[in-house]
């Protein structure tokens, strides 16, 4: 875990980035409780905003102007104040996001090895990534290029060896350190 947040940035919110399956969703749920935040997913306002979902989205349109109404989503999320963001796995590749979220978010990378976001998302049929010949390898090959933008984030934490609410109570501590300013 490593923790490298500038002092002067006011944290309103925690921004949770991660790989598919590394439990940004429930973990996000359970942070929001425990803290009485508001609860957003980012695919969740795209799939309500389009009425479409991601899968449609991605075969419809292509995953480049999936990207394009995910950057639109992050930029409306400036203004918003006790809210646990989860994101898109893909998210944090575009700079313009990473660096939007920190503006305002303790921004929080959930991290599990390749093995484990297989085992977690084997059998989930609603994720286009998955829809390769041979998934397990698109993971790995997904996993590698997109861990540079994820060590970007201000908390790295592994979740394959934690229950979800012991990454929550993790990320409520981080916050609440950081928020504090200590």
């Known amino acids: 875990m490593t923790r490298a947040v500038n002092n002067d940035r006011h944290l309103a919110n925690i921004a949770l980035i991660g790989f598919m399956g590394t439990g940004k969703t429930s973990v996000g749920r359970l942070v929001a409780d425990l803290l009485r935040f508001d609860y957003l997913d980012t695919d969740e306002v795209i799939q309500s905003g389009t009425g479409r979902t991601i899968a449609e989205i991605f075969q419809n349109d292509g995953e480049t102007a999936f990207r394009t109404l995910e950057g639109k989503v992050v930029q409306e999320l400036t203004g918003r104040k006790r809210t646990v963001i989860a994101t898109g796995g893909g998210l944090p590749v575009n700079p313009e996001n990473l660096t ?11 991290w599990s090895s390749p093995e484990k976001i297989w085992e977690r998302v084997r059998h989930q049929s609603h994720r286009p990534l998955l829809l ?19 060590k970007q ?22 916050f609440r350190l950081e928020a504090s300013g200590q």
């Open 153 to 174: 984030a201000d908390v790295l934490l592994n979740t394959d060896l934690r229950s979800l609410r012991e990454v929550a109570v993790q990320v409520v501590h981080q």
């Open 132 to 150: 390769d010949k041979n998934p397990q390898t698109k993971i790995s090959e997904l996993l590698a290029a997109r861990e540079p933008f994820y």
């Open 100 to 110: 939007s979220l920190k503006t305002h978010s303790l921004v929080v990378c959930l």
